[in-house]
């Protein structure tokens, strides 16, 4: 699977917008861009996933570049709850059954009360 | 809700003592889920994928006869930490996924074992 850099650390004030950018520059065409996030002492938990298009769902945006070499994970409204680890992660779809994820070291988000 | 069922939450046992921790997908059946073990302030590092009728297959490093994987049915893997040290001392999470569509499914985790070894 190809690399994703993330920065290590982001701080963000309660009840403002969060933007958690990731760069992939060797993405393939077909590699979905995954998130996922993780709290302390819990599982992952997936938060959203795309391929050329920007996502909305209940959780998060994801906005994804033209070139798909970079991409935004936006937390609309933050709150304390959403202090977590969050990952991005290319999952390719041409490895049929092969799903595993490779995670790096993520950002560590911090939420200013 | 969960999708992923992950037992036990905290195990702490003695040296060379086995540990089983089971991981079951709640409402949809699995044929893979993924074991993976977290130290602490690290990153999930994948120990193991599990298929189900069939070996294991582990990443490289990882002792197939320390880390035993069972995955007898579609909804349940097991993973069995054989005659545990302290140094085997983690936080053991699973995943799986619905279907077989790949790159385009999340993948669900548990809520992770906490294993400490005397």
């Known amino acids: 699977d190809a690399k994703t850099t993330q920065p290590n650390s982001m701080e963000s004030n309660e009840e403002e917008p969060v933007h958690l950018p990731c760069n992939h520059s060797?993405?393939?065409?077909?590699?979905?861009i995954h998130w996922y996030r993780q709290l302390p002492s819990q599982g992952p938990e997936y938060v959203i996933h795309?391929?050329?298009s920007n996502v909305n769902n209940r959780m998060a945006s994801l906005a994804i570049a033209e070139d798909r070499k970079s991409s935004t994970l936006i937390l609309h409204r933050a709150t304390l709850r959403d202090a977590a680890v969050y990952y991005c992660?290319?999952?390719?779809?041409?490895?049929?059954?092969?799903?595993?994820?490779?995670f790096g070291t993520g950002t560590r988000l911090t939420i200013i009360p | 809700g969960a999708v992923v069922s992950q037992h036990p939450s905290r195990v702490i046992c003695k040296s060379g003592t086995s540990v089983k921790i089971e991981c079951r997908s709640l409402?949809?059946?699995?044929?893979?889920m993924f074991w993976y073990r977290q130290f602490p302030k690290q990153s999930l590092m994948l120990m193991a994928t599990?298929?189900?009728?069939?070996?294991?297959?582990?990443e490289q490093g990882v002792e197939k006869d320390k880390f035993l994987i069972n995955h007898a049915s579609l909804t349940l893997s097991t993973l069995t930490v054989t005659s545990a040290h302290p140094e085997d001392s983690s936080f053991y999470i699973c995943?799986?996924?619905?279907?077989?569509?790949?790159?385009?499914?999340?993948?669900?985790f548990g809520d992770g074992t906490r294993l400490s070894i005397l």
């Open positions: 409402d949809f059946q699995a044929t893979t």
């Open positions: 599990s298929n189900e009728g069939s070996k294991a297959t582990y």
């Open positions: 060797t993405i393939s065409g077909t590699d979905y």
């Open positions: 795309g391929l050329t």
């Open positions: 995943s799986a996924g619905r279907g077989t569509g790949g790159g385009n499914q999340p993948q669900h």
């Open positions: 992660i290319l999952r390719s779809s041409s490895n049929f059954g092969n799903e595993k994820l490779t």
